[in-house]
């Protein structure tokens, strides 16, 4: 993917920024989106008709959530932080020593552009600056459509949690600063610099994803 091609269907150029308190109504809309066409094909890993406001404000307040934007507002969300899922992620996986991608989701109008992919490549970049080892992310363990989408972007399977209550479990890392689109630039300008916070990771929850992002 090139951005010429994302520029076909915004004639804005596409950024990332932090999103602000002033954003959680696009971030709420952009997730229904996702979530209802999710849901649509069967897939149960995110609730149907999105998320509630306190679910992804905390995100919003935390500084962990981000968002692409163009012309037609916001096009993609990802959070990214140190919160491992206690339920996935055990203490012999270090969790302290990755971030973990969560709500990556990118507008239905720009599905099939490679948004999902650069993300995933910003945020493996966020790793490396953040002194990490791993960009790590759980899916749905019953979509093996998305799984293999996240193999093709190299990312290794490590095993799946199947637990009665969760739809997620599959368990998916690949190491900081490795790249799913190999020798392509990042489609959209970073507003928000690749320096971030520093210090040491840390560990909690939540997940990830777009059937096809």
Known sequence: MHSNTVGTVTARPLALRTATAADLGEVLTLLAETADWLNGR?????????????????????????????????????????NADPEFWQAEDLPGAALYVHKLSVARSCSGLGLGRALLDWAGLRVVA???????????????????????????????????????GALFQRPGGVRGGLGTALPFTDRRGLGGRRGPLVSSHDSSLAEHV
């Open 42 to 82: 069967g897939v149960r890993q995110w609730p149907a008709g999105g998320f509630p406001a306190a679910r992804i404000a905390p995100l919003i307040e935390t500084g962990d959530m981000y968002l692409v934007e163009g012309e037609r507002g916001v096009v993609a969300t990802i959070a990214l932080d140190g």
């Open 130 to 168: 953040a002194g990490g080892r791993w960009l790590r992310l759980d899916c749905s363990k019953d979509n093996m459509r998305l799984q293999d989408y996240y193999r093709g972007q190299r990312f290794t399977h490590l095993r799946t949690v199947d637990l009665p209550h969760r739809a997620s």
